[in-house]
């Protein structure tokens, strides 16, 4: 049996471990208390006003509210991928092909121990077009852009050091690049920090006067390559957004509700390559609903479903 003890500021109704449960005060509307304290609580067998027959209230100071535990972000639309699963277009001719924004939403799902290398974009194929690719450096805990001109002018972008990502925790990542600059990429809306030339002279040449991703005939690949194998994130994606010709800040694809930041449609001008895939039409994953119909291929596998996304 359940004890009460009264200390202090405090009431416990359960001292050790019990089966018996603590009874509120019922009734209807019109039972309420005739003088209404913020904190209050009750169980309401006649909520009309919210649309349910039983409910437990609450009290705020102002007016009676109905607990409910649901979460502040909405579910969203996800795919999920194995490291041999990627989905690709090829680009048309850009609005503006020196810049580029790219918003993802990831979760990883399986990270191997040992050292790997994942792909989460490329443009074209080495070496027979001008190439770039982004990659997550596991072994280096690094984030780091390849470039090069066909065969030749080879060189990357090194990111700093920064905190491995956990299995089943979702983040967000923005990419901004322009070209012949150096890549900037949040996650989470913090910018990780800048990203090192490995080539001279800086500019490098081989990071054109024009972005591969942005380039009118190159294929863009999201989570791998075509002749790469097993290259890519064994996880699940969400809200995937391009655009065209500027650089957008994170927050252009986020909402924040109660403290959590989950993912929002861009807003703004799409650009010629804009794309926007929200992954809601099992039978088409690659569908564009950023009104471009700019739509992706599956190359292979990918399943669909839904998942509560949010930092």
């Known amino acids: 049996m359940a004890t009460t003890k009264i200390i202090p500021g405090v009431l416990d109704l359960n001292e050790a471990a019990s089966d018996s449960g603590l009874k ?42 109905k607990i409910t535990n649901t979460f502040p972000v909405s579910a969203s639309n996800i795919l999920t991928l194995t490291r041999t699963d990627y989905i690709s277009r090829t680009m048309t001719t850009p609005t503006d092909g ?18 790997y290398d994942y792909m989460w974009l490329s443009a074209s194929i080495y070496a027979s077009a001008p190439r770039e690719e982004i990659h997550y450096d596991y ?37 901004q690049k322009t070209a012949q600059q150096a890549p900037v990429l949040y996650i989470n809306g913090t910018n990780i920090g800048t990203f090192i030339s490995s080539a001279a002279p800086n500019p490098p040449s081989g990071d054109g006067t024009t972005t591969r991703m942005n380039s009118s005939g190159i294929l863009q690949n999201i989570n791998g390559r075509s002749d790469s194998g097993a290259s890519g994130i064994d996880g699940s994606i969400a809200y995937c957004q391009f655009v065209d010709g500027s650089i957008q800040a994170p ?3 986020t909402t924040t509700n109660a403290g959590f930041t989950g993912p929002a449609s861009y807003t703004g001008t799409w650009g ?26 599956p190359a292979s596998g990918g399943t669909t479903g839904t998942d509560t996304v949010y930092y």
């Open 24 to 65: 509120i005060p019922t009734g209807t509307e019109l039972n309420r208390p005739a003088t209404d304290v913020a904190g209050m609580i009750r169980n309401n067998t006649n909520e009309a006003s919210e649309g349910s027959a039983s409910a437990q209230e609450y009290y705020n100071g102002t007016e009676w509210k």
């Open 98 to 115: 020196t810049k580029y924004t790219y918003s993802f939403w990831y979760k990883w799902n399986n990270i191997p121990a040992g050292s």
């Open 272 to 297: 010629n390559n804009g794309v926007q895939l929200l992954f809601g039409n099992p039978g088409a994953i690659g569908t564009d609903t950023s009104g471009n119909t700019n739509n992706f291929t």
């Open 251 to 253: 927050s252009a694809f």
């Open 139 to 175: 072994s280096n805990t690094r984030w780091n852009l390849y470039y090069d001109g066909g065969a030749s002018n080879q060189g990357s972008w090194y990111g700093p050091t920064t905190t491995p990502p956990t299995n089943g925790v979702w983040y967000h990542y923005v990419l």
